[in-house]
């Protein structure tokens, strides 16, 4: 199997990880509210394969080890960092400043292992891949996506060979062209669990020749972007994303207190980003309906510094309101509310997360139940506006069309995250058998010296020490929901469940 790109005349693709950009958005934004709230902050991340049958051989692993090092050598260009200044407004200058000397030191910070099930010394012995990241926060957050990426193109290479890249683009342009003539608005989000890189720029060329055809036939569907930043420059699409389970994990076990966790993120990216900007909230971390207890807080007003000073700054804005920089970037521990100041108006006061987040986003647990609850939550809160809401959990075309209507029938706007079903949708040349993907995951495993964990929507996504977890769960009241759909050890099938095939309604 050839890595390169079969195309006549065309230059061979890059093997592996080449970019700084080559990752999902909301590992910048992320990186940048790090900076600014938690710039000291010690981290720790975790490793999990919840495929239990698909391991990695020997050689994968050193071929995986030698990608790794590479990554050492990447730094953002010129190119790079004016795409984002243009693209990516909402990050600040004293961000980007700070991307541009940016860099991995995978040599300090990453630890890689090989633990054979039946050591005979071959390159061809099965076993456990352990990886072990530790640093700062603003440091190693960036290692996830590439590391995701890199662990799956090291299978697939080395593992199971029997697949080729036949027909990738034409695959992901028909399943384009069926979601944007039945209206889904969709993005690109298979960066983490792709088969390899050549495969994600096929996906994206097959979307944009389905975009195009959609534009010219007047098609209510749209290609809305893809989450790899790298990916959006070269296409010239828009970068989307806005946060991660990452960050209210991060703060919640900095701070130590998970009744008011998502409270304190929210105001953190708010107080990083303004209000109404990156303005999707992701409601599964410790689960949505403790998240949206938090959701219909009032915001309080947020300061706002100008360019300058210490690598801590705040977005830019307008004014600013506090003397020094010190308040904005001492976080040992850090306050309970992200940095507020006097004189807001009656009306200011009472304006809440609910209002002012664009909607929310649903990556776990039962996708109907989550929208029969957030229409009544809303409905609640007497919010009238038309929210959105992102699906990104496991989806594939049926899944997104059977959404699709069930939310415009609560009123609310569907956008899909679509990703593992793009990326890594292939079959065995052999048998024409499902090639079934890895499913896993990089998880941050502790903040600030406690452990870091994640409950989600559905008992197969709980990660992290299980004790803190069963802790966390009994705290805030937790209570366990089964859902058919959330076995996530056959997330993407099985061989013997058959293949899928699309068929789009236009040729």
Same mark, same amino acid.
């Given at each position: 199997?050839?890595?390169? #790109?079969?195309?006549? *005349?065309? =230059?061979?693709?890059?093997?592996?990880?080449? %970019?700084?950009?080559? $990752?999902?958005?909301?590992?910048? &934004?992320?990186? !940048?509210?790090?900076?600014?709230?938690?710039?000291?902050?010690?981290?720790?991340?975790?490793?999990?394969?919840?495929?239990?049958?698909?391991?990695?051989?020997?050689?994968?692993? @050193?071929?995986?080890?030698?990608?790794?090092?590479?990554?050492? #050598?990447?730094?953002?260009?010129?190119?790079?960092?004016?795409?984002?200044?243009?693209?990516? +407004?909402?990050?600040?200058?004293?961000?980007?400043?700070?991307?541009?000397?940016?860099?991995?030191?995978?040599?300090?910070?990453?630890?890689?292992?090989?633990?054979?099930?039946?050591?005979?010394?071959?390159?061809?012995?099965?076993?456990?891949?352990?990886?072990?990241?530790?640093?700062?926060?603003?440091?190693?957050?960036?290692?996830?996506?590439?590391?995701?990426?890199?662990?799956?193109?090291?299978?697939?290479?080395? !593992?199971?060979?029997?697949?080729?890249?036949?027909?990738?683009?034409?695959?992901?342009?028909?399943?384009?062209?069926?979601?944007?003539?039945?209206? !889904?608005?969709?993005?690109?989000? *298979?960066?983490?669990?792709?088969?390899?890189?050549?495969?994600?720029?096929?996906?994206?060329?097959?979307?944009?020749?389905?975009?195009?055809?959609?534009?010219?036939?007047?098609?209510?569907?749209?290609?809305?972007?893809? %989450?790899?930043? @790298?990916?959006?420059?070269? @296409?010239?699409?828009?970068?989307?994303?806005?946060?991660?389970?990452?960050?209210?994990?991060?703060?919640?076990?900095?701070?130590?207190?998970?009744?008011?966790?998502?409270?304190?993120?929210?105001?953190?990216?708010?107080?990083?980003?303004?209000?109404?900007?990156?303005?999707?909230?992701?409601?599964?971390?410790?689960? $949505?309906?403790?998240?949206?207890?938090?959701?219909?807080? =009032?915001?309080?007003?947020?300061?706002?510094?100008?360019?300058?000073?210490?690598?801590?700054?705040?977005? $830019?804005?307008?004014?600013?309101?506090?003397?020094?920089?010190?308040?904005?970037?001492?976080?040992?521990?850090?306050?309970?509310?992200?940095?507020?100041?006097?004189?807001? &108006?009656?009306?200011?006061?009472?304006?809440?997360?609910?209002?002012?987040? &664009?909607?929310?986003?649903?990556?776990?647990?039962?996708?109907?139940?989550?929208?029969?609850?957030?229409?009544?939550?809303?409905?609640?809160?007497?919010?009238?506006?038309?929210?959105?809401?992102?699906? %990104?959990?496991?989806?594939?075309?049926?899944?997104?069309?059977?959404?699709?209507?069930?939310?415009?029938?609560?009123?609310?706007?569907? $956008?899909?995250?679509?990703?593992?079903?793009?990326?890594?949708?292939?079959? #065995?040349?052999?048998?024409?058998?499902?090639?079934?993907?890895?499913?896993?995951?990089?998880?941050?495993?502790?903040?600030?010296?406690? =452990?870091?964990?994640?409950?989600?929507?559905?008992?197969?996504?709980?990660?992290?020490?299980? %004790?803190?977890?069963?802790?966390?769960?009994?705290?805030?009241?937790?209570?366990?929901?089964?859902?058919?759909?959330?076995?996530?050890? +056959?997330?993407?099938?099985?061989?013997?469940?058959?293949?899928?095939?699309?068929?789009?309604? &236009?040729?």
């Amino acid at each position: 199997m050839s890595l390169e #790109n079969p195309t006549a *005349g065309s =230059p061979a693709l890059p093997e592996g990880v080449s %970019s700084l950009l080559d $990752t999902d958005l909301y590992k910048l &934004t992320m990186q !940048c509210a790090v900076l600014k709230y938690f710039p000291e902050t010690e981290v720790t991340y975790a490793f999990t394969n919840r495929t239990a049958d698909m391991r990695l051989t020997r050689g994968a692993y @050193h071929w995986l080890q030698k990608q790794v090092d590479k990554l050492e #050598n990447i730094a953002l260009s010129d190119e790079e960092l004016g795409f984002l200044r243009t693209h990516c +407004s909402y990050l600040n200058e004293a961000y980007l400043s700070f991307l541009k000397d940016f860099r991995l030191r995978p040599t300090e910070q990453l630890k890689l292992a090989f633990r054979p099930f039946k050591d005979t010394g071959s390159d061809q012995d099965r076993g456990n891949v352990e990886i072990d990241i530790r640093g700062r926060w603003v440091d190693t957050i960036l290692y996830e996506i590439p590391l995701l990426a890199l662990v799956s193109e090291a299978y697939f290479k080395f !593992c199971d060979t029997d697949w080729n890249h036949e027909g990738q683009e034409d695959k992901a342009y028909h399943k384009g062209l069926t979601l944007l003539e039945y209206g !889904c608005v969709l993005s690109e989000f *298979g960066s983490r669990r792709r088969r390899d890189y050549y495969t994600q720029e096929l996906v994206l060329r097959g979307l944009c020749r389905a975009a195009a055809v959609g534009a010219q036939k007047g098609w209510k569907g749209k290609l809305s972007g893809t %989450s790899n930043v @790298h990916f959006a420059m070269k @296409h010239g699409l828009t970068p989307v994303g806005t946060v991660a389970h990452e960050w209210f994990m991060g703060v919640a076990a900095i701070t130590n207190n998970y009744e008011q966790a998502n409270e304190i993120s929210l105001r953190y990216w708010v107080g990083t980003f303004g209000e109404g900007v990156l303005g999707i909230a992701l409601t599964d971390t410790f689960g $949505t309906p403790t998240f949206l207890k938090a959701f219909k807080q =009032p915001i309080p007003s947020f300061s706002s510094a100008g360019i300058g000073g210490a690598p801590t700054l705040a977005s $830019t804005g307008d004014s600013t309101t506090l003397d020094t920089l010190t308040s904005l970037g001492e976080t040992n521990p850090p306050p309970i509310h992200a940095p507020v100041v006097g004189g807001e &108006t009656e009306a200011q006061a009472k304006r809440t997360f609910a209002q002012v987040f &664009t909607g929310v986003r649903q990556d776990s647990g039962d996708p109907a139940g989550f929208i029969k609850l957030m229409r009544e939550f809303y409905d609640e809160q007497g919010i009238k506006d038309k929210k959105i809401i992102v699906f %990104s959990d496991s989806l594939n075309v049926e899944r997104c069309l059977e959404y699709m209507q069930e939310a415009q029938d609560a009123g609310f706007q569907p $956008t899909f995250g679509v990703g593992t079903f793009l990326t890594n949708d292939f079959t #065995n040349t052999s048998n024409g058998l499902k090639s079934v993907p890895l499913n896993i995951v990089i998880k941050l495993a502790s903040a600030g010296g406690r =452990p870091a964990v994640k409950i989600s929507d559905n008992i197969g996504k709980n990660t992290g020490d299980k %004790s803190t977890v069963e802790r966390v769960k009994r705290q805030l009241g937790y209570v366990e929901r089964d859902w058919e759909g959330g076995d996530e050890t +056959s997330r993407w099938g099985t061989p013997e469940s058959g293949v899928e095939r699309p068929t789009s309604v &236009t040729n």
